[in-house]
């Protein structure tokens, strides 16, 4: 992988084109004028602190909060955003509090990651369970058994998993790392990196500035609703302003987990 | 009260049951499904059979006249979202589904002599006028609402049933009929005769069941209705629009509905609002299984079905109160001994 390629913005096709994307809770204005980019095969985060707005844009993109501004993905212009749809279009969001189904076995949430593939008449879930299972061996160890069983990092995989499982042009990740053991963190993120090796496209939303920047090819930093810095995730990485605010004096041990 | 007594009442309340089951079934599904508490479900028992009695007598059932003018609503609206959302594409499928479909049942009513097919294509006749009901009532009244909260749901299900009670009156008139049994045999139990229908009601009911939970635990569409049922917003991130799965539940509520409709018709004479009755059964029964579980509903409309068969023996005057007193109890038990669960959304 030549990090020039994935540094610059510029040569890729472009996946997602998100234009000056407002969403207001009542009067209050939690995301103003977002414009971010993701070109196709690209790792994409979104960085910033606590409330900074970044769960609202990626609901505001999925469909799943009201919203203005212009969605342009895969080429074609979303005024409004309808979550179904974009689904059907190739677009899904790994949700912060992950969304499983609790009381069905890991097997049938994967099963319905692939519903409205199977709706559009793709009937391949068989084979993209497999895909999913060499990924996540962990997943077919407990193929039969209930999602809320499972512990924090397995259900953070079995969210990506499900998500998989409909063969999403762009995957939207909101916090994978949330919650979990730093081990874990360190294998959520292998496989995001594996992912993009395997064409994906994904747009990651952390607070664990480090990792995510290290897995990510360009970057923002969204500050109290707006984008405040943007750059090749490299250029960010080494940025005073980010070092200060995010990334904080070297802790080796964070390098470490997040490779 | 002899033993042979108790076994009739036994059966009796058995047939009942298996009727309110359904009912339940159909009661906790749409609940779980899309929240609301589903009055007007006793009206498809009433629609169901009473189209049934009309297509028997060789009239058109009024009710079809609904079904067109409800779809050419339905056509109406949606035609206009399609092409605000510029899918033309969608149009033909939206107009053969809500306007052709009515007109060729009608077409098919007016040209065959349904009056004298066997009595299972007269069901089947039934069933297709009344069951497409349930969908496009979800599309017509829920789906526009569908964020409300529980109570203004439950609102417009009141309304919807009486609504649907004062059209029985106009479609059936205020006469009560019955229709012939699917079989006039009898066997003998023990010391009791048990009639061909009231197999037939037991067993149906049965295989419905047993085609629930199939369908619940082994289809795609089956386990897209429980995940909605269990996490609304995952379901939609994965493509299940809640409007799909609205009317899916409609429809298989409308369906056992109906059905229960046509199963009893033979039993018991059904007039226009005798659904309702039954539907507030099977909501006891619903109750008792605390909207949630459908194993306890079943065996909550065993339970009502019994109670009402024996209470009728001792107390025929009051076996309605009866009834419907067994929900204080279970309530009374089910919120000194269930914890509170704030209301969702």
């Not at chain 2, 009791?192 to 067993?203: D, E, L, P, R, Y």
């Not at chain 2, 008792?288 to 459908?294: A, D, F, K, T």
């Amino acid at each position: 992988m030549n990090a020039n390629i994935h540094g610059s913005n510029l040569i890729l096709k472009t996946v997602l084109e998100v234009r000056d994307l407002t969403v207001s809770y009542g009067k209050v204005e939690a995301l103003s004028n977002a414009n971010i980019k993701v070109g196709e095969g690209q790792i994409v985060t979104v960085i910033g602190p606590n409330g900074a707005g970044k769960t609202t844009m990626l609901s505001a993109i999925m469909g799943l909060l009201e919203s203005r501004g212009k969605v342009d993905f895969d080429g074609t212009i979303e005024g409004v955003p309808v979550v179904e749809r974009m689904v059907a279009r190739g677009m899904n969001l790994v949700p912060e509090k992950r969304e499983l189904f609790g009381e069905m076995t890991v097997e049938d949430n994967l099963v319905l990651g692939a519903f409205q593939r199977h709706r559009s008449g793709h009937r391949d879930h068989a084979q993209t369970m497999e895909e999913v299972y060499q990924l996540f061996p962990r997943l077919r160890e407990r193929r039969s058994q209930l999602a809320g069983t499972l512990s924090g990092g397995e259900r953070q995989m079995l969210a990506v998993g499900r998500a998989l499982m409909a063969k999403p042009k762009l995957l939207m990740l909101d916090e994978p790392s949330l919650g979990l053991a730093p081990l874990i963190v360190r294998e959520i993120f292998r496989i995001i990196g594996e992912l993009r090796r395997r064409g994906v496209s994904i747009l990651l939303v952390e607070q664990n500035a480090r990792a995510a920047l290290q897995v990510a090819d360009y970057a923002y930093v969204l500050e109290t609703g707006e984008i405040a810095m943007e750059g090749p995730a490299r250029q960010l990485a080494d940025d005073p302003r980010v070092i200060e605010a995010y990334l904080g004096l070297g802790g080796k041990h964070q390098e470490m987990l997040s490779t | 009260m002899d033993f042979q007594i108790a076994l009739l009442l036994g059966q009796d309340g058995i047939t009942n049951g298996a009727i309110y089951a359904l009912l339940a079934l159909a009661l906790v599904l749409v609940f779980a499904v899309t929240r609301v508490i589903f009055i007007p479900q006793g009206e498809f028992v009433s629609y169901g059979a009473l189209t049934l009695v009309m297509i028997q007598a060789g009239a058109i059932p009024a009710t079809v006249w609904l079904l067109l003018g409800a779809g050419l609503l339905a056509a109406a609206l949606d035609v206009r979202l399609a092409l605000r959302a510029g899918q033309p594409g969608r149009l033909v499928r939206l107009v053969g589904w809500y306007v052709a479909y009515p007109l060729v049942l009608v077409a098919l009513l007016y040209t065959l002599p349904v009056k004298d097919f066997p009595m299972i294509a007269q069901i089947l006749f039934a069933l297709a006028v009344v069951v497409p009901m349930g969908p496009l009532m979800y599309r017509l009244i829920y789906q526009p609402i569908a964020a409300a909260p529980v109570l203004v749901l439950l609102i417009v299900s009141v309304a919807v049933h009486v609504a649907m009670v004062g059209l029985g009156l106009l479609f059936f008139g205020a006469e009560g009929s019955r229709t012939p049994p699917f079989s006039d045999a009898r066997f003998e139990m023990g010391p009791v005769m048990v009639s061909g229908q009231t197999i037939w009601v037991v067993v149906s009911s049965l295989v419905l069941i047993v085609a629930l939970y199939q369908f619940f635990e082994r289809t795609l569409y089956g386990k897209a209705l429980r995940a909605t049922a269990i996490n609304r917003v995952g379901a939609r991130l994965m493509g299940i629009s809640p409007a799909l799965a609205g009317r899916l539940t409609f429809f298989l509520a409308a369906l056992i509905g109906a059905l229960s409709g046509v199963l009893i018709a033979p039993i018991t004479t059904i007039y226009y609002d005798t659904g309702f009755l039954i539907g507030l059964k099977g909501f006891v029964a619903a109750i008792v299984g605390g909207l949630g579980s459908y194993p306890l509903a079943a065996a909550g409309a065993l339970l009502v079905g019994l109670l009402e068969a024996f209470s009728s023996f001792w107390a025929s005057a009051h076996k309605e109160v009866i009834v419907f007193t067994l929900i204080i109890p279970v309530l009374l038990w089910r919120s000194l001994r269930g914890r509170h669960v704030e209301e969702e959304e």
